[in-house]
């Protein structure tokens, strides 16, 4: 196995110029960089002995689970060898339109939902309609609908999936008598209690554009229910309009609440937060574990962000879905195919779950009696929701996303009272964009 690691740090969502690349790649215009031309597109030539895989896990934890994966692969693959091309995770985003239009490897990353439609759409990616008639009991019917393109064929192999929620370290909770907020009432009066405390009730970091975009969610779809939110972002409703207002009053009320200047800190440093017992929340993906020493991992726990209109409960869980795609046409197609089914497979998926054990395995087949105590848990949130929801920037358009959500959610984290101008803009942008 041959492994190509330029950079390190992850960033599990969109940077805000990956977006904007891929709205100029949908009018037609390419973007300059990539990662073909940083070195980390297909070299093999067409050998058909090597299959190449480009990784967008360039931190060490999920890193090393994925290498760890694919040794599998080619210790039964029959002669088939992987080379890994690994790409620090916000460029890989940012750089990824021009990557599939160049010389993209085999099998890639990337995220299912509206994300992976988008370049699916674009005739940039591989049709796995037919591995999919192999593979397909493997998934709920709820995964095969999330790798399906506009078209109705599939284009994805769903891998791991994560919840986000209220994340907390039990042994802080015990020790100072802390109880789980049902409502937002008593997630206040519980904020109220830990400020008093001397901790920050919920750790915060906004400097890598992406994590309010998580609170926006879990607001919006509680307030306001599923429908709304996947119809505000599909530009189906008003930005304006004053259910999305009282989303924001709600905020308001929570964001003093929130660890200060987030703007200047990365999730990591939030995560740490939390960890080092600074901090009583964080709502953020269970990937936050990663941050977490392994003999501390048992101490985390969460809980789905509490009630806000009893008309919705918590009947909506934010549980982003990550895995695969193919190259629209592969050096290597067979080889790509059999890796592809490879990874669709319960095996692949607990060998990565035993390096990096904060996420879940997507196969229903998965033996999940290995879970540890918060794997549980987010197999168990995720199965019991009525509605799953990718993350913002996966569900809407990536030009509202790059511009006008990230631009208008730090305005308002800048100034919580220039609500009315931050929606007139995200309203216009939202008219431009979805007309």
């Known amino acids: 196995m041959v492994l190509h690691t330029p950079g390190s740090t992850p960033l599990p969502h969109f940077g805000r110029r990956a977006m904007l690349r891929i709205m100029l790649a949908g009018a037609g215009v390419a973007a300059t ?4 031309a940083c070195g980390s597109g297909s070299s093999t030539g067409g050998d058909s002995k090597v299959v190449t895989f480009g990784n967008n896990l360039s931190d060490q934890v999920p890193k090393d689970a994925i290498t760890a994966a694919l040794k599998g ?48 759409d674009q005739g940039l990616t591989g049709d796995l309609s037919d591995l999919w008639g192999k ?41 100072r008598g802390y109880a789980i907020p049902k409502t937002l009432d008593e997630l206040v009066a519980l904020s109220t209690k830990m400020q008093s405390d001397g901790l920050n009730p919920i750790a915060f970091a906004e400097k890598q554009g992406w994590p309010a975009m998580g609170t926006f ?20 409703e008003d930005w304006q309009d004053k259910r999305v207002k009282d989303v924001f009053d709600t905020w308001k009320r929570l964001l003093p609440f929130h660890q200060e200047n987030a703007l200047g800190r990365e999730w990591q440093e939030a995560a740490q937060s939390l960890q080092q017992k600074k901090s009583g929340m964080y709502l953020l993906g269970s990937f936050l574990g990663q941050q977490f020493p392994d003999a501390e991992k048992d101490d985390l726990d969460f809980f789905p962000f509490p009630e806000i209109n009893p008309e919705h409960g918590t009947d909506t869980v ?24 490879y990874l669709s497979t319960a095996e692949p998926q607990l060998t990565y779950l035993k390096s990096d054990s904060s996420v879940v395995a997507t196969n229903q087949k998965a033996d999940t009696s290995g879970y540890n105590s918060l794997q549980k848990k987010a197999a168990e949130v995720i199965k019991g929701a009525k509605h799953i929801t990718q993350f913002l ?6 030009a509202f996303a790059s511009e006008a959500a990230t631009n208008g959610l730090i305005a308002f ?14 309203a216009d942008q939202a008219k431009n964009i979805f007309k």
Do not use: C
């Open 73 to 120: 692969f080619e210790g039964q693959s029959g002669g088939l060898s992987v080379t890994i091309n690994t790409k620090q995770h916000e460029q890989y985003q940012e750089q990824i339109n021009n990557y599939l239009q160049g010389k993209p490897d085999d099998v890639l990353a990337w995220f299912a939902g509206y994300r992976m439609r988008f370049f699916a």
């Open 217 to 236: 969610d879990q607001l919006n779809f509680r307030t306001n229910g599923y429908q709304f939110h996947v119809d505000l972002l599909a530009g189906k």
């Open 393 to 398: 920037d996966r569900d809407t358009d990536p």
């Open 33 to 36: 960089g990539g990662l073909a």
């Open 413 to 426: 984290i800048k100034d919580p009272n220039s609500v009315d101008s931050v929606l007139k803009g995200m």
């Open 318 to 341: 934010e549980a982003p879905i990550d895995g695969y795609m193919m190259a629209k046409k592969p050096g290597n197609s067979d080889g790509a195919l059999k890796l592809l089914e």
């Open 135 to 175: 593979v397909g009991g493997n998934y709920s019917d709820a995964l095969k609908q999330a790798s399906t393109g506009s078209d109705g064929k599939q284009y994805f192999v769903p891998f791991t999936q994560y919840p986000w929620g209220m994340f907390y370290r039990k042994s802080l909770w015990q020790e």
